[in-house]
């Protein structure tokens, strides 16, 4: 699994002189969250550079290019986006002059940079909804050769979902539509041949519906405020502007004011229909529009409507996980809208809940390393690995490994130096693997979970059946390529 973020994405409304609450701190947060919950900072948080360079992305299809715009927007405004009209068109899209002509959360006095100067940032947050997918998509188990996760590939996008996004103009704060972007470019590579989107925002993803009508090759679920923006000033937009009206997502969940206790049952039900849309055959790819904006903590006024608690949120990202997973479809998240103070905390406590912590110990002695065979009856039973266990809340790797070393083998250990860990998907779910090194300070060999211990050479461990997850830690031991 990856978990993408990039102080680029920073929209820094602030510098353009935009009044909008979104917290520029809500990917460092989420970030900061789950480095506590996993016990420490883990290596599958990747930049956008290096999210391509593990990708293998040649340096002249990197980034968000025109074509790539054309596939989805029309071609008049796409030209409007790399003309003298950007400006205008971002005004339209942030809403920043109301309908006297006045600026509105819009103080360009204040701004320290040029409006248009926003684009690149918008554009680099699109590559980042593609690399996401890219990440998901190749992580899964039948994406390569060696020592594979065996659950779907998955990827969290701490930014993206610019959903709102129409084929001729932007709306709603989203200037094009990254979700539909990146569909269509992974379409046209010829990566993916169909994809479902999910989206989990509290306003209803209007451009990505329009966008996707008519495509039998991508199903949409939307789950929404059955009142408010964008839906309430449909007949108004309608009639002023001469757009054309909203357009229902393939499977349409309005949920109405004060139906917080419906919603988890209304999205498991509309799950199926969206299942049952796609006559039984897997999509290559889900992405999950992730907001955050559902919340009850959640500030911005729009989203009233809805407030689901802090648990509820992060049954719903739960749900909607397992059901994917359960099917074995890749799946790339992007964490969409959220306003105020505590909008990191339901993308937060959902990825904290995914991962298991564990601690391994790579005992040496003699230039040899304890392994140990897991006893019939056991889970894995029959496999070798590093001693160790699931940590215990509260306790340090650390801690876990002096305390299980005692447990099942009776031995007093001293931990040393962290040496790797391997985030490994199982079927059953993800655990975040951490291997110390460490030596015997006393005690008396017992076995209790295991059937059998040996002391192997570097080399001789790859020849013993390793548990899935620590093949990785071998190879790294035994100097072999990964
Ligand atoms: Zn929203």
């Known amino acids: 699994m990856f978990i993408l973020s990039d102080p680029l994405l920073d929209m820094r409304f602030s510098d353009y002189g935009i009044q909008i609450p979104i917290r520029d701190q809500r990917a460092q947060a989420v970030l900061e969250h789950i480095s506590r919950a996993w016990a420490g900072p883990s290596s599958c948080v990747l930049n956008l550079r290096t999210a391509a360079d593990l990708l293998g992305i040649p340096d002249e299809d990197r980034g968000i290019h025109r074509e790539d715009l054309e596939r989805v927007h029309d071609t008049p405004f796409v030209e409007a986006l790399f003309s003298e009209k950007l400006e205008a068109e971002l005004i339209k899209t942030y809403e920043l002059i109301d309908e006297r002509g006045q600026p509105r959360r819009y103080r360009p006095d204040l701004a320290v940079r040029p409006l248009s100067a926003l684009f690149d940032t918008i554009l ?3 590559w980042g909804t593609y690399l996401a997918c890219r990440l998901a998509i190749e992580s899964s188990p039948s994406a390569g050769p060696g020592p594979t996760n065996t659950g779907p590939g998955f990827a969290y996008f701490l930014g993206g979902g610019m959903h709102h996004a129409r084929r001729d103009s932007g709306s ?3 200037l094009v539509n990254d979700i539909m972007i990146a569909v269509k470019r992974l379409m046209a590579e010829g990566k993916v041949s169909s994809a479902w989107i999910i989206d989990l925002d509290a306003h209803k993803g209007d451009g990505t519906a329009e966008l996707a009508a008519g495509d039998t090759s991508i199903h949409t679920l939307s789950i929404h405020m059955a009142s408010g923006w964008p839906l309430d000033e449909e007949s108004l937009t309608h009639a002023v502007a001469g757009r054309a009206p909203l357009v229902p997502s393939d499977v349409e969940i309005p949920v109405p004011s004060g139906g917080e206790a419906s919603y988890v049952p209304l999205l498991r039900s509309g799950l199926a229909e969206l299942e049952a849309l796609s006559h039984g055959r897997k999509p290559d790819l889900a992405i999950v529009v992730d907001g955050a904006d559902p919340y009850e903590k959640d500030e911005l006024p729009s989203t009233a409507d809805l407030k689901l608690s802090l648990k509820t949120c992060v049954e719903r990202d739960r749900l909607v996980y397992d059901f994917l997973r359960e099917r074995h479809i890749p799946s790339a998240w992007l964490m969409a809208g959220g306003y105020g103070e505590r909008a990191w905390e339901p ?32 889970k894995q039973a029959g496999l070798w690995e590093f001693p160790g266990g699931k940590l215990e809340a509260g306790e340090t790797p650390e801690q876990c490994l002096e305390r ?35 030596r015997v300070l006393g005690g008396q060999f017992r076995l209790a979970v295991h059937s ?15 548990s899935p997850a620590d093949v990785k830690i071998a190879r790294l031991l035994a100097g072999e390529p990964l």
């Not at 991962?355 to 790579?362: C, G, K, M, N, R």
């Not at 005992?363 to 140990?372: H, S």
Request: proline share 6%; hydrophobic share 45%.
């Open 452 to 466: 059998e211990i040996r002391w192997v050479s570097p080399l001789e461990l790859l020849q013993h059946e390793l």
């Open 172 to 174: 709603g704060f989203c």
């Open 404 to 438: 299980e070393l005692a447990e099942e083998l009776g031995l007093k250990i001293k931990v040393g130096p962290f040496f790797a860990e391997n985030l490994y998907s199982y079927r059953s779910g993800t655990i975040r693997l951490m291997a110390y090194r460490a």
């Open 124 to 126: 680099n947050q699109v």
């Open 347 to 378: 993308p937060a406590h959902f990825l904290a809940s995914i991962v298991t912590p564990v601690a391994a110990a790579i005992l040496e002695q003699d230039g040899k390393i304890l392994i140990a065979r897991r006893a019939p009856g056991q």
